[in-house]
């Protein structure tokens, strides 16, 4: 795997539309630390953890995968490393949107207005700046898709 920049001391965030085996994930995950990562974050929208990929992911380096509901995630594979995510307000929001023939762009906008304060807020209180910057990634995705 081929890095580009100083990791040196850095906080890492990885960001993935999707983790099924988590193989992808875990080696640039390994890469980070090995090339002076302080630590390692990964998100994802879609969680489908496949096979071995939580026993994988518990192995890694990896500090914290945070993932989305959009993709049940059994009892089974919810492992201490991985946080989910709710989107179920948005997509809902979205259907009445297009069911009553307004802008589904818009609540996106708004959305991700609302959510960025509201998560800078919490994570300040929590000083957990990562979680931050790995939860708006995430939101990012979903506005983008």
């Given at each position: 795997?081929?890095?580009?920049?100083?990791?040196?001391?850095?906080?890492?965030?990885?960001?993935?539309?999707?983790?099924?085996?988590?193989?992808?994930?875990?080696?640039?995950?390994?890469?980070?630390?090995?090339?002076?990562?302080?630590?390692?974050?990964?998100?994802?929208?879609?969680?489908?953890?496949?096979?071995?990929?939580?026993?994988?992911?518990?192995?890694?380096?990896?500090?914290?995968?945070?993932?989305?509901?959009?993709?049940?995630?059994?009892?089974?594979?919810?492992?201490a490393?991985?946080?989910?995510?709710?989107?179920?307000?948005?997509?809902?929001?979205?259907?009445?949107?297009?069911?009553?023939?307004?802008?589904?762009?818009?609540?996106?906008?708004?959305?991700?207005?609302v959510?960025?304060?509201?998560?800078?807020?919490?994570?300040?209180?929590?000083?957990?700046?990562?979680?931050?910057?790995?939860?708006?990634?995430?939101?990012?995705?979903?506005?983008?898709?």
């Amino acid at each position: 795997m081929h890095l580009i920049g100083d990791l040196d001391n850095k906080d890492v965030l990885i960001i993935d539309d999707m983790i099924d085996t988590a193989g992808t994930t875990v080696n640039a995950a390994e890469a980070a630390i090995k090339n002076g990562a302080r630590s390692v974050t990964a998100v994802a929208t879609h969680a489908l953890l496949s096979g071995n990929a939580c026993e994988k992911i518990e192995n890694s380096v990896i500090n914290k995968l945070i993932v989305t509901d959009t993709v049940n995630i059994p009892d089974e594979k919810k492992i201490a490393k991985i946080e989910v995510v709710t989107v179920a307000n948005v997509f809902a929001e979205a259907i009445e949107r297009v069911y009553k023939g307004k802008s589904v762009s818009e609540l996106f906008d708004f959305y991700y207005e609302v959510k960025k304060w509201h998560l800078t807020i919490n994570l300040i209180l929590k000083k957990e700046k990562i979680l931050e910057l790995a939860l708006l990634g995430a939101l990012d995705e979903m506005a983008v898709s």
